[in-house]
């Protein structure tokens, strides 16, 4: 308890520093909060020798590489961004933390930027000793030796089977089991100190701001990517070096895609645009969903599905406390969206248990942290199969209803995706009755997303900077973007 506060104590200090310049701030980096951090996880450990590598580099054509981005667990318990890199916690050694880095070299360097080296691994993030990165392997057997416990996640296939065979090895005397460490990181990981929602504030901010332009800016004829760009320079220009995952633009048709990425559809007046983005900063991501009309004016039939995903979100998002499990909440918001699909003759059967998955395809919450899709567990730690909610746990919540235009032709093929045998006749009468209705929603895809904080009593929402409302947005559509003035 003690530990806790003054951890806390630590990280609000720390987190003042940070608003004193926005360039500590833009990095993010505290040498104390990641310190605390490896001794949290090797707390956990029953001795032995944890083992952390690196992302590895992902070639895109010729000599061009993707965009590096460390590895969430890696940068997690480092705050070290740099490629070609490993480390090793050893609970109760006389050096706890050993880095293995890029050798500093000034010809590379030229080319590419500044290296930390052995020497800045140690001094700036905190290594007790460090190596370069290519003594690794020839090094590890000497730290593994008497040791009964590796924990390594075997996350790097290249490198997984060289363990294994080190392990197997009778000279050295090697560890004999092994454990995956992040299932104790990624509990870790779900529960946000101030300094990370500090930095999730940040990030979910900066994707408002974004929001808000694309609302102002977006007018018919405009193309996908165009709406893209001005969401990313808005990033940019707020500090978050990049995504936190692909944005996705889907306007018309493509707004009944979930994960549509591909963003080059010229948007047509009558279209809506579901807006599904979230910036990163400080390596943490936003996920922020808006969906707006292309040219300003929701039509009544948007506007039917849009009230009805509203309601839901907002049921949903009421729920949100200590203590709430996050089936119920699950639950009561497809309860929100069954109730209304029945209404607009979208579904025949209040009761049918696979006809609204049809309009309603996705699970509407997920933890949001260092990845999107944020590491912890959804199950119960009592073994039920969902998690009861507890203080400093970030989720999104996000309904989404899709009507897409070939939503009703594949049902007898999709039909095993319900988990049951529904008759062929059933879904047939279904379809007859159905499709009049369906017609009319035709290519009307309509999710609104925003991201949570459980605090002790209650919930945060901490996305509340784009409006949500119709009318809110419709108000927001008319003032002028500094993109078409
Ligand atoms: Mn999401």
């Not at 948007?302 to 907002?314: G, P, S, T």
Request: proline share 4%.
């Amino acid at each position: 308890m003690k530990r806790t506060l003054i951890c806390h104590i630590i990280s609000c200090l720390l987190l003042f520093y940070c608003m004193q310049s926005k360039q500590a701030a833009a990095q993010s980096f505290s040498k104390e909060v990641f310190a605390q951090r490896r001794q949290q996880l090797m707390d956990k450990m029953e001795g032995g020798v944890a083992i952390f590598k690196s992302a590895t580099v992902a070639n895109r054509n010729n000599d061009v590489d993707y965009e590096y981005r460390q590895d969430s667990d890696f940068y997690y318990l480092t705050g070290f961004e740099e490629p070609e890199s490993a480390f090793l916690l050893i609970p109760g050694a006389e050096q706890e933390f050993v880095m293995f880095v890029r050798q500093r070299n000034p010809a590379m360097e030229k080319w590419a930027g500044k290296r930390y080296g052995a020497a800045g691994s140690m001094k700036v993030f905190g290594a007790d000793t460090a190596f370069t990165f290519h003594k690794f392997e020839e090094m590890l057997p000497g730290y593994l030796r008497g040791k009964s416990k590796v924990y390594y996640s075997m996350n790097d296939e290249e490198f997984n089977n060289k363990l294994l065979s080190m392990m197997k090895r009778r000279r050295g005397n090697p560890p004999k089991h092994l454990i995956d460490p992040l299932q104790f990181v990624h509990e870790m990981r779900l529960i946000k100190s101030a300094y990370e929602i500090d930095l999730l504030k940040r990030s979910i901010g900066i994707t408002g701001d974004a929001h808000l332009e694309a609302m102002k800016a977006t007018e018919p004829g405009m193309y996908e990517y165009e709406i893209e760009a001005i969401i990313e320079y808005i990033y940019r220009r707020n500090g978050s070096p990049r995504v936190g995952f692909p944005s996705i633009v889907g306007s018309g048709l493509n707004s009944t895609v979930l994960h549509y990425e591909t963003n080059n559809r010229q948007t047509r007046s009558g279209d809506v645009v579901v807006i599904d983005i979230g910036a990163e900063f400080g390596y943490y991501s936003a996920d922020v969903t808006r969906t707006i009309p292309v040219n300003g004016r929701f039509s009544k039939e948007q506007k039917e599905i849009y009230e009805i995903v509203l309601a839901a979100q907002q049921a949903g998002i009421n729920m949100i406390a200590p203590g709430v499990r996050t089936n119920e909440i699950r639950e009561k918001i497809a309860e929100v969206v069954k109730n209304g699909l029945y209404r607009l003759g979208l579904i025949t059967d209040l009761d049918s248990n696979w006809q609204y998955r049809i309009w309603y395809p996705h699970g509407p919450c997920h933890w949001l942290g260092l990845d999107v899709h944020d590491a912890g567990s959804y199950r119960g730690t009592d073994g039920k199969r969902s998690r009861i909610l507890e203080a400093g746990m970030v989720t999104t919540v996000e309904p989404g209803i899709y009507v897409g235009e070939n939503s009703l032709d594949n049902l007898l093929q999709l039909r095993k995706q319900f988990g049951q045998d529904v008759q062929a006749e059933e879904i047939n009468n279904f379809i007859d009755k159905v499709r009049p209705v369906a017609n009319k929603y035709t290519n009307i895809g309509i999710r609104i997303e925003d991201d949570v904080l459980v605090t002790e009593r209650g919930r945060e929402l901490l996305s509340a900077k784009a409006p949500r409302e119709i009318k809110a947005i419709e108000d927001m559509m008319k003032k002028a973007s500094f993109v078409n003035k």
